[in-house]
């Protein structure tokens, strides 16, 4: 029986759909994941290291060129409007208001793990096979150091409304302190990309960018709210069209595009509700495309060790760093423990910078798999370790308050609502 490509590719839909779904909420996961890291490890399960090696005959039936150029489209679309997304609600006002002590954090939480980070690398690098063909040494170096130091806003923001302490004081402190570092993460991406050959296009990228941005500003600005979010989108195809011509890739254009907008121009229910349609509705695309990329060929024990380094380098040097910042800042006990762990979330935007070094050709496929690996393990700790922790913290804040007579600060209230204090422009 002869099966179309449409057919195909609805079956692989449903599987992209239906498996993580089922696991998810079968085994009860939400204590520790929420649905979205289920379907990247199911990404991973799906693609040729596991599914193609168990059932290639299954593997090679259904995901055929054909479809997979289809699945492609819809992720690179998908992805594209997620990094627009958690560029219009970064927090650079809050940030700069409060700029010494989220500076310190941020810079502290950014620069330790980037370091451990490169010092992991630069053994690996002591071996063949990380280094993709269109990279040079200080680009992978750099590269799997900068992946080691990231954090996952998106992901931060729905772990801290698991935990109940998205608006409290302590949720947005951190989220001042991710937000910064995100800004610091796609500046040096732009500068691993940054193409000798092409400088003259992407100089002229930034130099158009400040007017264009100004201009989109003030036109957004002006238009009906429903009007925003068309002109919003054409402005986030537009910026990574370019961004992409001019050689820096066109996710630094997405992100770009959202960070000069401002929150504050859409509401927060409707920002919250698009977020969570991109997610629900085709990011799960992405993670398939994403386990698509994975490959074993230095051997499963070698990926899985160097997964493994990655991971020490990266959990210890966000607590490591913000343990530093605490000590500095005069913490109260527990808060840095629990800001390090959460900080050093990783997830989607680490397997976003990934997938960009992978398409530059500047880490390999095996490599591409080792940082996925340790995204998945870094952010599959987070919850497990923190949600006991906060429990704690939140006992102790409880019994100070009752003594000094005055509420908990942990379970306390924002003073803005958070849809509004992450604004990008």
């Known amino acids: 029986m002869h099966i179309t490509t449409t057919e195909l590719f609805l079956i692989a839909l449903l599987v992209i759909f239906t498996l993580p779904y089922l696991v998810w909420r079968l085994l009860g996961q939400r204590s520790w994941a929420p649905l979205v890291v289920v379907q990247i490890v199911g990404g991973i399960l799906l693609g040729p290291g596991v599914l193609g090696a168990a059932l290639p005959e299954v593997y090679t039936l259904v995901f055929t060129d054909k479809v997979i150029t289809a699945l492609n489209g819809i992720a690179w679309w998908a992805v594209m ?13 809050e940030a700069w208001a409060k ?102 296009r ?6 158009v960018f400040i007017p264009a941005a100004l201009l989109a500003r003030r036109v957004i600005a002006a238009a009906g709210e429903r009007d925003r979010w068309i002109l919003g989108l054409i402005w986030l195809i537009a910026c990574g069209l370019a961004a992409d011509w001019a050689g820096l890739h066109y996710m630094v254009g997405a992100f770009l595009s959202g960070a000069v907008l401002d929150s504050r121009w859409y509401k927060l229910e409707h920002m919250d509700a698009f977020r969570g349609t991109v997610l629900m509705t085709v990011m799960p695309v992405f993670f398939l495309s994403t386990g698509l990329r994975t490959s074993w060929d230095m051997g499963g024990f070698g990926v899985l060790a160097a997964a493994g380094l990655l991971l020490v380098a990266s959990v210890s040097g966000k607590l490591i760093g913000v343990q530093i910042a605490g000590r500095l800042l005069r913490w109260e006990p527990g808060e840095a423990t629990i800001i390090g762990w959460l900080l050093q979330t990783k997830a989607l935007i680490m397997i976003i910078f990934a997938n960009i070094l992978l398409d530059k050709q500047i880490i390999t496929s095996t490599t591409f798999t080792a940082l996925l690996l340790m995204a998945v393990g870094s952010t599959m700790l987070t919850m497990p370790v923190v949600a006991p922790l906060l429990s704690r913290y939140r006992n102790i804040r409880s019994k100070t308050a009752e003594t000094a007579g005055v509420p908990a600060e942990a379970s306390a209230p924002a003073a803005r609502p958070v849809g509004a204090a992450q604004g990008g422009g």
């Open 81 to 93: 409007m997620f990094v627009w997304i958690a560029g219009i609600e970064l927090d650079l006002h």
């Open 99 to 200: 700029r010494r002590e989220t500076g310190t954090v941020a810079l502290l939480a950014l620069i330790v793990p980037l370091g451990l980070g490169a010092g992991a690398a630069a053994v690996l690098l002591a071996t063949d096979g990380w280094i993709g063909p269109g990279g040079a040494y200080w680009q992978v170096l750099l590269g799997i150091g900068m992946a080691c130091a990231v954090t996952a806003l998106p992901i931060l923001i729905l772990f801290m409304e698991n935990m109940d302490i998205l608006r409290s004081n302590l949720g947005q402190r951190i989220l001042r302190y991710a937000s910064l570092d995100d800004v610091a993460i796609w500046a040096v991406l732009a500068l691993i990309l940054l193409d000798w050959e092409r400088v003259t």
């Open 202 to 207: 992407q100089v002229g990228f930034l130099l």
